[in-house]
């Protein structure tokens, strides 16, 4: 299996479908440096220079693998159903383009759709109704951010982990740098969630708060009525949150307690890896978001 820290990538043996995918990755991410070197060093020595060692290859290589200025970061965003979380998410990539977004759910959905080796064993789990395995969901995870962390991108991890057995399972694999934590009063998602109607057939998703459509309970495009989904419910959404509650703040706790550290700017001071943002408007806590960030590049 790999291990990811931070901008180093450490290859751990391991057997089995994740471990040869992932491995399969980062074999075609070698060679690509390799290439790059050699070309690197011949350009250099010019035309009429001796035979390039394996030596020189592979310092080359390793410069340009972890230079200075790839810094990559492993972060990871936290927030209840409905607080904005995408939102935020949004916004952070705009502002830091080095940051790719990686969604455990959309990634499930994607290996399933494509019918790859890790996809057909989670159906299977998905089929049975059961929960996908921690270890078939880090594989999952993995797989998706070996490519970008091999090449000093940052990784901006959305819903996993969601408990402390996911946390510490995922940390056999990955330094996390970042936390966002953010924490957004249940009323106020409560009436964000059950302010929402949909169109079901197209899936487009209208508020009477910020987005009401033209007509009063009438799709704008196609005239049919708007529903709201049973999970929209006031009574659902509450008991949704109260399971969130309850599996998330020791996870929460979990990372607060941890002595994990960065350095600011370069600086060499230390400060907490987790941070909680509060507030019930993505555009006000934003900006302090925005601010904790810049701090760690």
Aim: contains cysteine; charged residues 20%.
């Amino acid at each position: 299996m790999l291990a990811l820290n931070s901008s180093r990538i450490i290859v751990r043996p391991q057997s089995g479908p994740t471990g040869i995918i992932i491995m399969k990755a980062m074999i075609t991410q070698t060679h690509k440096l390799l290439h790059r070197a050699a070309s690197s060093i011949s350009s250099s020595q010019g035309s009429s220079s001796n035979k390039i060692s394996s030596r020189q290859c592979m310092s080359t290589m390793m410069t340009e693998a972890y230079s200075p200025e790839e810094d990559s970061r492993f972060a990871l965003i936290l927030g209840k159903p409905g607080g904005g979380k995408g939102t935020i998410s949004g916004k952070i990539l705009t502002d830091f383009p080095q940051f790719h977004h990686v969604s455990s759910g959309d990634i499930l959905r994607e290996h399933v759709r494509q019918e790859t080796t890790l996809g057909k064993q989670a159906y299977r789990y998905m089929q049975a109704g059961k929960l996908v395995p921690d270890e078939l969901m880090i594989g999952l995870v993995l797989e998706e951010s070996a490519p970008y962390l091999s090449r000093g991108e940052s990784l901006l991890l959305d819903g996993f982990p969601r408990t402390v057995v996911q946390a510490q399972a995922l940390e056999q694999e990955v330094s996390i740098d970042i936390i966002v934590n953010l924490e957004i009063p249940t009323d106020t998602i409560v009436e964000r969630l059950t302010d929402r109607w949909i169109h079901e057939p197209s899936g487009r998703i209208y508020s009477y708060g910020y987005k009401p459509p033209q007509t009063h309970g009438l799709d704008d495009l196609t005239g049919e009525p708007l529903i709201q989904r049973p999970d929209d419910q006031p009574e659902t959404v509450r008991a949704r949150l109260l399971q969130y509650d309850e599996a998330t703040l020791p996870l929460v706790q979990y990372y607060e307690s941890k002595p994990l550290h960065h350095t600011i700017n370069g600086g060499g001071k230390d400060g907490d890896v987790l941070k909680t943002f509060r507030g019930t408007q993505s555009d006000i806590i934003y900006p302090q978001v925005k601010d904790w960030l810049t701090s760690f590049f």
